[in-house]
């Protein structure tokens, strides 16, 4: 089974302070992602990554950056975080499409609140 | 842009009762479609997926079906489960360029005994 895992369930920071989300996959994918999920706005893509060491943005990177520096980890740096990014964080990963679709497997999530 | 338009919830349900979560899609080409479920505490799984016009998804008893005409791809299931409680995500990717999701706002289905 694909398994995509997070580093914390639930995690609360204070403003201010740098916050790191770690992403880990055991089926050598090549594309990752981070998303966030908040109510009534389903989710959405804040970075993703194709390779080790390549970044690109996705639809609302602000506030965010992310480092890959090994194939089976990706990490979301909130580099000082704020109320409004108090949110669900889920990661997940993929094959490099050859044509076709290729599913994305999920983590379980990291709901963050900053204070 | 792209975008996912699907059905406020919740939906509320008794078990074995008929479901039907609508979702419409905008897109300039011409997508893949798919229903993602989330169960509390959990990430996101697919459920089901369809690629071209007319297809039709299944799975664990749920379908949908690709309409162009319409832009739409509606979830339904004929008998709900206790355990169909979740939130269900409609998306569309596009087949050329980054495969990148596009998701509705989530759909959430409360089933009770």
């Known amino acids: 089974d694909v398994k995509v895992t997070q580093s914390s369930r639930y995690l609360v920071k204070r403003t201010g302070e740098k916050v790191f989300l770690e992403c880990v996959q055991d089926?050598?994918?090549?594309?990752m992602f981070w998303y966030r999920q908040d109510p009534g706005l389903g989710l959405r893509l804040i970075y993703f990554?194709?390779?080790?060491?390549?970044?690109e943005k996705g639809d609302i990177p602000e506030g965010y950056s992310v480092s890959r520096e090994k194939k089976e980890r990706f990490s979301l740096i909130l580099e000082s975080a704020s109320t409004n990014q108090t949110s669900m964080y889920l990661c997940a990963s993929s094959f490099m499409s050859g044509g076709g679709y290729n599913e994305q497997f999920f983590g379980p999530g990291t709901r963050l609140t900053v204070l | 842009g792209d975008s996912v338009t699907q059905m406020e919830g919740p939906v509320t349900l008794s078990e074995e009762a008929c479901l039907t979560i609508n979702c419409t899609y905008t897109a300039t080409g011409y997508p893949s479609l798919f229903w993602y479920v989330q169960y509390p505490g959990e990430g996101l799984q697919l459920l089901l997926k369809a690629t071209k016009a007319d297809d039709k998804g299944s799975n664990k008893g749920f379908e949908a079906t690709y309409r162009k005409e319409t832009t739409s791809f509606h979830l339904e299931k004929g008998s709900v489960q206790v355990s169909d409680s979740a939130v269900y995500f409609c998306a569309l990717i596009m087949n050329t360029g980054f495969q990148k999701l596009v998701f509705g706002t989530g759909t959430r289905l409360l089933v009770s005994p």
């Open positions: 990554s194709y390779d080790v060491k390549m970044k």
């Open positions: 089926m050598d994918h090549e594309n």
